[in-house]
């Protein structure tokens, strides 16, 4: 993502005050002058900008501060409340119930991605269980009805379209009532893409609105205009009562910055956030979590919220497995296909904190995927007595004539498939290991469950684990141990907005 170059450059400039060896007027100021230097390099408005080191200044008051207090910390709060004010509009996002039919118009202008992103957002829904269709209501653009034809079809959701009807109101108006009949929970109508000076199209949009009677219109913005995006928000805002505000592109230009803060202007909540040209590639948005994954904090929150779509605590006799201390190659294999369901692995990089969601290039993360997969399938020639052995690499160790049936059945090395029983063994370890601990897997505190000295072994254990580029860019031992700490917290529900992020934030 582009916008993690707006990242790096910000959080070095926080950085820079734990270089510091006095924190004062001169050192503050030098920080706030790197910082509003990369928000204009993202095309954020130069009065915005202004404003926000204003209101930092304002806050940091030298000749008031206590001597205890802790004035990097305080800097650094300061920043990232201002930044979560620069996009975030203040008013609450529109969001369906389930149960009912919730109808919802795209609008946008042409070339914003319009008719992908209702193909992400219904693909999205579908995911967590709610019936999602599309409508194709966009007569103007040769090929529409094709395109969303394909994508409906390659993401298995229902569509409805025309090409002989080329009324747009009248598609709108059967496709909604044919899938309302149908209880049909999202209803994703696609409209015409539209210039704001084409005062024709934009009477369609309005009759397409009074027919359909949508309970969300959502506006599709593309973030290569930049601060652009303010004044085509409130063209479409005078026409339509626009509720949402999708962006897309954001992965692929520095002006992402500017348009989230000049939506942010014309009070229109932001939705989602497309991130590349997947059908997966499509995240949530979400003000205080943003700004945090920006900065390399992580997102503690959605990692859970990830976790829990997975619905792994439902695995019964895996958590039996594992307050045993057990661990198949079968166990691997599934953990294996929940990463894979996971999405992206630069998404959930970017969740993690100390990592920022670049840390992966797009060849790295093709890379990744392909190794996971060809793992799966080294596994998937495995038959049932070695994958569900509780002896898992020694069985191989015990008959070689194992692993070269597996490698030629998977096309692979022998080498791959050693390389894979090592992988194992150490994962193996962790969990017998862990599993002689008592309390971790009883739920609730983990603080409280398991004694101190026994979390460092965890931590210790995890850091022998990972690769050293990993454990650096988290902050070593340190990182890994507000790293669990957070997600205890966040699993317990107690976040409570960016007070306790900063934990070990520039100290590495």
């Known amino acids: 993502m582009v916008l993690a170059d707006l990242g790096r450059k910000i959080t070095s400039a926080l950085k820079s005050l734990s270089n510091a060896t006095i924190i004062n007027e001169e050192v503050l100021n030098e920080m706030l002058k790197e910082i509003c230097k990369a928000l204009l390099e993202a095309d954020v408005n130069i009065k915005l900008v202004k404003q926000l080191r204003e209101n930092v200044r304002s806050v940091i008051d030298f000749d008031e501060m206590a001597g205890g207090l802790n004035k990097r910390r305080m800097i650094q709060s300061a920043v990232f409340k201002e930044l979560v004010k620069l996009i975030d509009p203040g008013i609450k996002a529109w969001q369906p119930m389930k149960g009912k039919n919730n109808v919802i118009m795209f609008v946008g202008l042409q070339g914003s991605g319009k008719t992908t992103t209702c193909t992400k957002m219904a693909y999205y829904y579908q995911k967590k269980g709610w019936k999602t269709c599309l409508i194709c209501a966009d007569t103007f653009r ?7 034809k394909q994508n409906a079809t390659k993401a298995r959701i229902p569509f409805y379209g025309s090409y002989a009807e080329m009324d747009p109101v009248v598609i709108a108006q059967e496709g909604v009532e044919k899938f309302r009949n149908e209880n049909f929970e999202v209803i994703i109508v696609d409209t015409s893409g539209r210039h704001k000076q084409e005062d024709s199209l934009f009477e369609e949009m309005l009759q397409v609105n009074n027919a359909v009677d949508p309970d969300n219109v959502v506006f599709v913005m593309d973030a290569t205009i930049g601060q652009a995006c303010e004044s085509q928000a409130r063209a479409f805002k005078e026409k339509v009562d626009v509720a949402s505000v999708i962006i897309t592109k954001l992965d692929g230009h520095a002006k992402g910055g500017g348009a989230l803060s000049a939506v942010a202007a014309t009070k229109s909540p932001v939705i989602f956030i497309g991130t590349g040209e997947h059908t997966d590639d499509f995240e949530p948005f979400k003000v205080q979590p943003f700004i945090s994954k920006l900065l390399g904090m992580g997102d503690i929150e959605g990692l859970i919220d990830k976790v829990n779509e997975l619905k792994l605590d439902d695995n019964e006799e895996l958590m039996k497995k594992l307050k045993q201390g057990q661990f198949t190659l079968r166990d691997m294999y ?4 929940n990463i894979m369901k996971m999405g992206p692995f630069s998404q959930i990089m970017g969740m993690i904190p100390g990592f920022s969601s670049d ?25 049932d007595a070695e994958l569900d052995s509780l002896e898992g690499e020694r069985l191989f160790a015990k008959q070689t004539g194992r692993a070269l049936r597996v490698a030629r059945g998977a096309g692979v090395s022998i080498r791959e498939v050693n390389e894979l029983l090592t992988q194992y063994k ?3 370890q962790m969990v017998k290991k862990m599993g002689g601990i008592k309390g971790l897997f009883k739920g609730g505190d983990m603080s409280k469950n398991v004694n101190p000295a026994q979390m460092t072994k965890i931590n210790q254990q995890m850091a022998k684990m990972m690769d050293p580029r990993v454990l650096q860019q988290m902050g070593g031992m340190q990182g890994i141990q507000n790293m669990m700490r957070q997600f205890q917290q966040g699993a317990q529900g107690k976040f409570g907005g960016g007070g306790n992020m900063f934990n070990g934030f520039g100290d590495r």
């Open 334 to 337: 599934e953990q294996f296909q």
């Open 359 to 383: 840390f992966l290039t797009k060849g790295g993360e093709q890379e990744s995927m392909a190794r996971l997969k060809k793992l799966m399938t080294i596994m998937d020639s495995m038959n």
């Open 142 to 148: 040769a090929g529409a009805f094709d395109q969303l």
């Open 426 to 428: 150490k994962f193996a």
